[in-house]
C-alpha cells in the first residue's frame, strides 16, 4: 500500500495550492479519502474527506468555502484544491484512504505560508 502526497510548497496569503495523492497497492474506489493537517504539538485535524465514489464531501469549518476536495478513482488519486490560504493553514497535510477499521497514511506534504 502506498499513499504519496505531492504539491506542498511556499505560498503567499491569498494564494492557491493544489496538493494530490497517488494511490497503490489496494482497491481505491472502495476507500473513502481524507486529507488531514498537522502542525508542530497539534493534534492531526481532519480537513476535509470524500466517499468512496465521490457523492459526498466534508470539511472542516475552518477551510469550507476555500478548500475543495476531489477524487479520480480511474487514476487513483485524490486532490485538494487550496484557495485563500491563510497563514494558519501552514501544516503538514497527509492524505488517509479509510475502510471500516482500515486506515492508510501517506508521508505528508509541507504547505507554508509566507508574507
Known amino acids: 500500500v502506498q499513499l504519496v502526497e505531492s504539491g506542498g510548497g511556499l505560498v503567499q496569503p491569498g494564494g492557491s495550492l493544489r496538493l494530490s495523492c497517488a494511490a497503490s497497492?489496494?482497491?481505491?474506489?472502495?476507500?473513502?479519502m481524507n486529507w488531514y493537517r498537522q502542525t508542530p504539538g497539534k493534534e492531526r485535524e481532519l480537513v476535509a474527506g470524500?466517499?468512496?465514489?465521490?457523492?459526498?464531501?466534508n470539511y472542516a469549518g475552518s477551510v469550507k468555502g476555500r478548500f475543495t476536495i476531489s477524487r479520480d478513482n480511474a487514476n487513483n488519486t485524490v486532490d485538494l484544491q487550496m484557495n485563500s490560504l491563510k497563514p494558519e493553514d501552514t501544516a503538514l497535510y497527509y492524505c488517509?484512504?479509510?475502510?471500516?477499521?482500515?486506515?492508510?497514511w501517506g508521508q505528508g506534504t509541507q504547505v507554508t505560508g509566507s508574507s
Open positions: 488517509q484512504a479509510r475502510y471500516l477499521w482500515y486506515a492508510y
Open positions: 470524500i466517499s468512496s465514489a465521490g457523492g459526498n464531501t
Open positions: 497497492g489496494f482497491t481505491f474506489s472502495s476507500y473513502a
